[in-house]
C-alpha cells in the first residue's frame, strides 16, 4: 500500500534540501506486482533531479538510497526499475539514460547511455536522442 502521509513525513526528516518534490510514484520489479501494486521502492523526484529511494514496509518507509544525477543532465523525465540488475534507469530531457546500481546511501552511476552507444543490426550509432524507453519482461530465448 502507498503510504503517502508516511512518505511525506520521511521525506522532510531525512532529505533536507532546498528544492521541492517535482513528482513521486513507485517502481515495480514486474507487470505482475505492478499490477498487484506491490512496489520495489517509492521514490521522490526533486526539482534538482536529485531522487530519495524508499523500501516499502507494512510498518514504515525506509530511506534506502539517494541518486544524484551528473550537474549538466537534462530535466529527469523518467525512473524505472530493472530487478534483474537491481538498478535504477533515469531518462532525461536531452535524451540521455542514467543507469545506477543501488546502494545504501548514494547509489553509484554505472553507465551513461546516449543515441549513439545504441547500434542497429549493421553497427552504426543512432544519430538522433533517446525519447523513450521500456523495459520489457521478457526471458532470455
Not at 42 to 56: C, E, K, Q, R, V
Not at 70 to 95: A, M, N, Y
Request: glycine residues 6%.
Amino acid at each position: 500500500m502507498f503510504h503517502i502521509g508516511n512518505l511525506n513525513i520521511q521525506l522532510e526528516m531525512f532529505y533536507s534540501s532546498n528544492s521541492k518534490v517535482n513528482k513521486m510514484g513507485a517502481l515495480f520489479a514486474t507487470r505482475e506486482l505492478e499490477k498487484q501494486h506491490l512496489p520495489s521502492y517509492y521514490y521522490a523526484l526533486y526539482t534538482d533531479n536529485s531522487i530519495a529511494l524508499f523500501t516499502p514496509s507494512k510498518y514504515r518507509d525506509n530511506l534506502a538510497s539517494t541518486i544524484f544525477p551528473p550537474p549538466k543532465s537534462g530535466e529527469i523525465r523518467d525512473i524505472r526499475f530493472c530487478k534483474s540488475t537491481e538498478q535504477v534507469l533515469l531518462h532525461s530531457s536531452d535524451g540521455t539514460l542514467f543507469i545506477y546500481q543501488i546502494q545504501p546511501d548514494t547509489s553509484k552511476l554505472v553507465r551513461i547511455v546516449t543515441g549513439s552507444d545504441i547500434k542497429d543490426g549493421v553497427g552504426n550509432g543512432f544519430k538522433s536522442q533517446i525519447t523513450c524507453f521500456e523495459l520489457l519482461d521478457q526471458p532470455p530465448p
